[in-house]
């Protein structure tokens, strides 16, 4: 092993297959390593009975390893809510989680377990074939957001007084639940009224808007020159 002690770069170990550098503390909690600039403090290295810990000078963060936790320190000290982690201009990049995250509370109606963004197919069940389809999603937790555009209807001759509806969602509604679902909306080409969606398990149904209420529209009520554009909400 060597030592060098030099007065312009200070402190030099040098050894081969093990430690350079051993620092014990005995008995007591605290400082391992004090670290100064100027002969004034600017962080220190030490142990307390719940972690390891790495703290800046005063008033400023540190991180403490506690167990299978990362905690976040200030002036010395563990601390709740009062550590940012990244700052403007000064951003981390990627995030990979395998689990979820609480945001605004640490209660279960705070946890964020899932987040996705994709493309789906969106296809008439009966009735019609379509020659234009495309689709995109959001699912943030349990509730999904999506939107459709479909145009180019050829009838097959057939169902033509079965429900008009679209399948092919990204994710399913469970059966029974479709009281909970969302109304989205949709038009169709030359009829400027609006319309409603609903969404059930098996998928896309729609409705119109008449002075009577609302009118479950069938496949007989599309033609050839539809083109329709979806947006709907639903539960899963």
């Not at 297959?17 to 600017?42: F, M, P, Y």
């Not at 994709?118 to 009966?126: C, D, E, K, R, S």
């Not at 429900?163 to 080409?189: E, Q, W």
């Amino acid at each position: 092993m060597a030592i060098t002690l030099n007065g312009s770069t200070g402190i030099t170990t040098d050894i081969d297959g093990d430690e350079s550098l051993t620092l014990n503390r005995d008995t007591s909690d605290g400082d391992i390593i004090t670290l100064q600039k100027d002969n004034s403090a600017v962080g220190s290295i030490g142990i307390e009975s719940t972690g390891f810990y790495v703290d800046g000078e005063a008033g400023h963060s540190g991180l403490k390893f506690r167990g299978f936790d990362v905690i976040p320190r200030d002036n010395g000290a563990d601390i709740d809510n009062g550590v940012n982690l990244g700052g403007t201009g000064v951003r981390f990049k990627d995030l990979y989680l395998s689990g979820g995250v609480y945001v605004g509370g640490t209660g279960s109606a705070n946890y964020l377990d899932d987040y996705e963004e994709g493309t789906w197919t969106p296809a008439f069940n009966n009735g019609w074939n379509t020659s234009n389809t495309n689709g995109q999603y959001t699912k943030i937790g349990n509730k999904v957001f999506v939107t459709a555009y479909l145009s180019g209807f050829s009838s097959t001759g057939s169902n033509s007084t079965d429900p008009a509806k679209v399948v092919g969602l990204p994710f399913t509604t469970p059966a029974g639940r479709a009281s909970g679902t969302m109304f989205g909306i949709f038009f169709i080409s030359g009829n400027e009224d609006k319309n409603v969606v609903y969404v059930d398990s098996t998928g896309l149904y729609f409705y119109g808007v008449s002075s009577g209420g609302f009118i479950r529209i069938l496949n007989n009520g599309i033609s050839s020159n539809t083109a329709m554009y979806i947006q709907a909400t639903y539960n899963i």
